[in-house]
Antibody, heavy 112, light 111 residues
Framework: EVQLVESGGGLVQPGGSLRLSCEAS????????MRWVRQAPGKGLEVVAIIKQDGNEKYYVDSVKGRFTISRDNAKNSLYLQMNSLRAEDTAIYYC?????WGQGTRVTVSS | DIVMTQTPLALSVTPGQPASISCKSSQSLLRSDGRTSLYWHLQKPGQSPQVLIY???NRLSGVPDRFSGSGSGTEFTLKISRVEAEDVGLYYC????????FGQGTNLEIK
């Protein structure tokens, strides 16, 4: 059974940092492009970042470029999102996903 | 960026009746390998999204056959042949030919 389990969310002040993790199981993680997708309260879905199987290609939505970094550790079947210089508008549920499956999400709240 | 535009944004359907959602992309989603990078996702209330349809018309394993996808190029449609109560939620189209983007979402409710 495919599982994607996110962790690392929480409350952080504007300008602060958080590192999200996603532990994958039930499929060959190293064969899959992976993505982080967020959903702000009451809003739609937005892909934040994507990463190729070997980690050598990474792409970001414009609003997070220079602040967020996506990475992966195929030996640990894990995906990460380092989020720096957080803003109120980054408040959202962050989902780890592959092309055919989504995790349950982790909530990030940026507020003073 | 490719802009995905869904219509309608809200749909109220009597159980057993059909429903249809349109999705238009600002650029063609046809790849050089002949595949088309268009997906449909459903987010049921209080849940994370799930993939229903991939590459325009392929149902993911376990998705009921009352769901069907069609279209080509820049115009796509998701159809539900007979809506059931469990189909309520937000439906999103998504393209992956470039950096992935979603449509605004269509909220399906039951009359």
């Amino acid at each position: 059974e495919v599982q994607l389990v996110e962790s690392g969310g929480g409350l952080v002040q504007p300008g602060g940092s958080l590192r999200l993790s996603c532990e994958a199981s039930g499929f060959t993680f190293s064969d899959s492009w992976m993505r982080w997708v967020r959903q702000a309260p009451g809003k739609g879905l937005e892909v934040v970042a994507i990463i190729k199987q070997d980690g050598n290609e990474k792409y970001y939505v414009d609003s997070v470029k220079g602040r967020f970094t996506i990475s992966r550790d195929n030996a640990k079947n894990s995906l990460y999102l380092q989020m720096n210089s957080l803003r109120a508008e980054d408040t959202a549920i962050y989902y780890c996903a592959k092309w055919d499956y989504w995790g349950q999400g982790t909530r990030v709240t940026v507020s003073s | 960026d490719i802009v995905m535009t869904q219509t309608p944004l809200a749909l109220s359907v009597t159980p057993g009746q059909p429903a249809s959602i349109s999705c238009k992309s600002s650029q063609s989603l046809l790849r050089s390998d002949g595949r088309t990078s268009l997906y449909w996702h459903l987010q049921k209330p209080g849940q994370s999204p799930q993939v229903l349809i991939y590459e325009v018309s392929n149902r993911l394993s376990g998705v009921p056959d009352r769901f069907s996808g069609s279209g080509s190029g820049t115009e796509f449609t998701l159809k539900i042949s007979r809506v059931e109560a469990e189909d309520v939620g937000l439906y999103y189209c998504m393209q992956t030919i470039q950096f992935p983007t979603f449509g605004q979402g269509t909220n399906l409710e039951i009359k």
